[in-house]
């Protein structure tokens, strides 16, 4: 008993010490994935799946009004039972200077791409792993994409810099530089949002290169309109990749969404998001993916929610006919956020 009391007092102590010298938060959630899939061949992809992930965050603010901290995410999921390090950076920020990002994060390419409303209020595929394949099984083709939001998802270590808002105004910036690598990777983003007698506006546009000989760059930009409870929008996404940047192929891609989002009450969503995605050149020229979705989210308590959502996706192999494929997918997720 006196080891416990010893023990509880430790910790106790140690807690006081951090709670004095730092801000600590715990956030995360969990996702229980299920989705029932039919297509024109004899596949069955049939199954569940999860996602999760929690951060802790620690931030201090100076005399002087200078806020630095650091955040550590880590997640896990898809029955694995593993787990890894997704992210771990360090900020430097005030309300005069803006937010300096110093680690493994998100670039600004990321940060800012623009998703049109309607995907984000259901349970899309095109988040979670794209329902989306060829007859033959495998994944489509570099350059086509499931949602004009398209992001990359590189944790890799760089250096960000994001600007105060001014009246609406954000600008970011990204610099990575792999060592044993020539060429710097760089991404730049900028948003602007305003309500004006009611009506929101939302705007954002991002870029990114590899600067190298063989570089891939890619552009997207969007805006939605907000009116109460509906809103309506448009996203674009473009990619022109060099051979050696990504496999041995030449090509250039392209996607344009338009999505749309109605709040019926406090509790429930629908939203409907249509996706025309093209490759303009490369091996793969002429091949296109068509997206629909049609879903809903009803929010069973705060932090609690259920999306549902059917997505409809039709690939056309421009050389092969028989290689094209149509696919239904009924999907649900059951989201816990803390």
Same mark, same amino acid.
């Given at each position: 008993?006196?080891?416990?009391?010893?023990?509880?007092?430790?910790?106790?102590?140690?807690?006081?010490?951090?709670?004095?010298?730092?801000?600590?938060?715990?956030?995360?959630?969990?996702?229980?994935?299920?989705?029932?899939?039919?297509?024109?061949?004899?596949?069955?992809?049939?199954?569940?799946?999860?996602?999760?992930?929690?951060?802790?965050?620690?931030?201090?603010?100076?005399?002087?009004?200078?806020?630095?901290?650091?955040?550590?995410?880590?997640?896990?999921?898809?029955?694995?039972?593993?787990?890894?390090?997704?992210?771990?950076?360090?900020?430097?920020?005030?309300?005069?200077?803006?937010?300096?990002?110093?680690?493994?994060?998100?670039?600004?390419?990321?940060?800012?791409?623009?998703?049109?409303?309607?995907?984000?209020?259901?349970?899309?595929? *095109? =988040?979670?792993?794209? !329902?989306?394949? %060829?007859? @033959? /099984?495998?994944?489509?083709?570099? &350059?086509?994409?499931?949602?004009? $939001?398209?992001?990359?998802?590189?944790?890799?270590?760089?250096?960000?810099?994001?600007?105060?808002?001014?009246?609406?105004?954000?600008?970011?910036?990204?610099?990575?530089?792999?060592?044993?690598?020539?060429?710097?990777?760089?991404?730049?983003?900028?948003?602007?949002?305003?309500?004006?007698?009611?009506?929101?506006?939302?705007?954002?546009?991002?870029?990114?290169?590899?600067?190298?000989?063989?570089?891939?760059?890619?552009?997207?930009?969007?805006?939605?309109?907000?009116?109460?409870?509906?809103?309506?929008?448009?996203? *674009? =996404?473009?990619?022109? !990749?060099?051979? %050696?940047? @990504? /496999?041995?192929?030449?090509?250039? &891609?392209?996607?344009?969404?338009? $999505?749309?989002?109605?709040?019926?009450?406090?509790?429930?969503?629908?939203?409907?998001?249509?996706?025309?995605?093209?490759?303009?050149?490369?091996?793969?020229?002429?091949?296109?993916?068509?997206?629909?979705?049609?879903?809903?989210?009803?929010?069973?308590?705060?932090?609690?929610?259920?999306?549902?959502?059917?997505?409809?996706?039709?690939?056309?192999?421009?050389?092969?006919?028989?290689?094209?494929?149509?696919?239904?997918?009924?999907?649900?997720?059951?989201?816990?956020?803390?």
């Amino acid at each position: 008993m006196r080891k416990v009391l010893l023990a509880t007092t430790a910790l106790a102590t140690v807690s006081a010490v951090a709670a004095a010298n730092a801000e600590v938060s715990l956030s995360g959630y969990y996702k229980f994935i299920y989705s029932s899939t039919s297509d024109n061949t004899t596949t069955d992809r049939d199954g569940m799946s999860d996602d999760t992930e929690f951060a802790v965050t620690f931030s201090k603010t100076t005399d002087s009004g200078l806020t630095f901290g650091m955040q550590t995410q880590v997640e896990g999921g898809t029955g694995s039972g593993s787990s890894t390090i997704d992210e771990g950076f360090m900020t430097l920020s005030s309300p005069e200077m803006g937010k300096l990002i110093l680690g493994d994060n998100d670039d600004m390419f990321d940060s800012y791409v623009h998703f049109a409303p309607g995907l984000t209020a259901m349970a899309s595929g *095109a =988040y979670d792993g794209r !329902s989306a394949l %060829t007859a @033959a /099984g495998a994944a489509t083709p570099d &350059g086509l994409v499931p949602d004009a $939001g398209f992001t990359s998802g590189s944790d890799t270590t760089k250096a960000s810099y994001v600007s105060p808002n001014m009246s609406g105004l954000s600008v970011g910036v990204t610099y990575m530089k792999t060592e044993g690598n020539e060429d710097a990777f760089t991404a730049m983003g900028i948003s602007y949002s305003t309500e004006i007698e009611g009506v929101s506006l939302d705007m954002s546009a991002a870029t990114k290169d590899t600067n190298a000989d063989n570089n891939s760059m890619s552009t997207q930009y969007g805006m939605t309109v907000g009116f109460g409870d509906f809103s309506i929008g448009a996203a *674009a =996404y473009n990619v022109d !990749s060099k051979a %050696t940047t @990504a /496999g041995t192929d030449n090509y250039e &891609g392209k996607a344009t969404t338009i $999505g749309a989002s109605y709040k019926l009450t406090d509790s429930l969503t629908v939203a409907y998001s249509t996706t025309t995605s093209e490759v303009d050149a490369g091996n793969n020229n002429g091949d296109e993916l068509d997206t629909d979705s049609f879903g809903a989210t009803y929010t069973i308590a705060s932090g609690l929610s259920l999306a549902l959502a059917f997505n409809s996706s039709a690939y056309s192999d421009s050389s092969a006919a028989n290689n094209s494929m149509d696919t239904d997918e009924v999907r649900a997720e059951l989201v816990a956020k803390f």
